[in-house]
């Protein structure tokens, strides 16, 4: 099974992200700042980072560059979240060591699409789990979650 790890400080978004990977079979698990997500990114093995980029003590550019310096983990795919979506972000991000972006409110389709992308590229079998929900279910989901703190 695809193991995916959420690095994301807000409780709700990680509730969010956590129920969409899961109805899309993925095998989930979670850290709350960016020295927890390197420890379980070593404990964990996963096989794709989902790492949110306004995090405490150890943001996201700080995580990314951490993986990238570690042989070990140099090729693990990392998709940053953020609510950072002025003009240029997304470049800065990507120039930062990102496998991919995207903005939040996050929207299911868009995060299927990323996931499936940069699976495929490691040459994941289990790139696309059949869905337990269909897409507009999760849509459904992430639309309501969009009060949520975006950061």
Do not use: H, W
């Not at 709700?12 to 997500?37: H, I, M, Q, W």
């Not at 794709?48 to 795919?77: H, K, Q, S, T």
């Amino acid at each position: 099974m695809t193991k995916i790890l959420i690095a994301e400080d807000n409780p709700t978004n990680r509730e969010l992200f956590r129920e969409l990977l899961k109805a899309r079979g993925y095998d989930v698990s979670e850290a709350c700042d960016g020295p927890e997500a390197l420890q379980m990114v070593e404990q964990t093995q996963p096989d794709l980072l989902l790492l949110d980029i306004g995090m405490p003590v150890l943001d996201g550019f700080a995580v990314v560059r951490a993986i990238r310096e570690n042989p070990r983990l140099a090729n693990l795919p990392v998709l940053a979240v953020t609510a950072y979506a002025m003009q240029g972000d997304r470049e800065r991000i990507l120039s930062s060591g990102f496998n991919g972006y995207l903005s939040k409110p996050i929207n299911a389709k868009l995060l299927a699409e990323e996931l499936d992308r940069l699976l495929s590229k490691r040459g994941d079998a289990k790139a696309s789990p059949t869905p337990s929900q269909t897409e507009s279910e999760l849509k459904k989901q992430a639309v309501s979650a969009s009060g949520t703190d975006r950061n």
